[in-house]
């Protein structure tokens, strides 16, 4: 079976940084896009960031200069590197990946800002 599992979150005072992980495991035969999510209590969830197989990469708006998605395809990872972090950033933080045509969820990972 596939899965995606996340590591990274936990608590960091605003500017500081951390850096998610999300690793896909399984029978993996292809991974297209690579994605993260995140989801804010009473709030809807929201694309965050989106990078394809061959790099290319989209961010929301209120994220542009601050976090970087990358992967590694070696290894089925995608990464999120939040720099400069803000209260409003405090989410739930998810990954999707579209693995062999089909599209998988992380479990979550909670990331919080504050002081």
């Known amino acids: 079976q596939v899965q995606l599992v996340e590591s990274g979150g936990g608590l960091v005072q605003p500017g500081g940084s951390l850096r998610l992980s999300c690793a896909a495991s399984?029978?993996?035969?292809?991974?297209?896009?690579m994605s993260w999510y995140r989801q804010a209590p009473g709030k809807e969830r929201e694309l965050v960031a989106s990078?394809?197989?061959?790099?290319?990469?989209n961010y929301v708006d209120s994220v542009k200069g601050r976090f970087t998605i990358s992967r590694d395809n070696t290894k089925n990872t995608v990464y999120l590197q939040m720099d400069s972090l803000k209260p409003e950033d405090t989410a739930l933080y998810y990954c999707?990946?579209?693995?062999?045509?089909?599209?998988?969820w992380g479990q979550g990972t909670q990331v919080t800002v504050s002081s």
């Open positions: 999707k990946a579209n693995i062999n045509f089909d599209d998988y």
């Open positions: 399984g029978r993996i035969f292809s991974i297209n896009y």
């Open positions: 990078i394809s197989r061959g790099g290319s990469t």
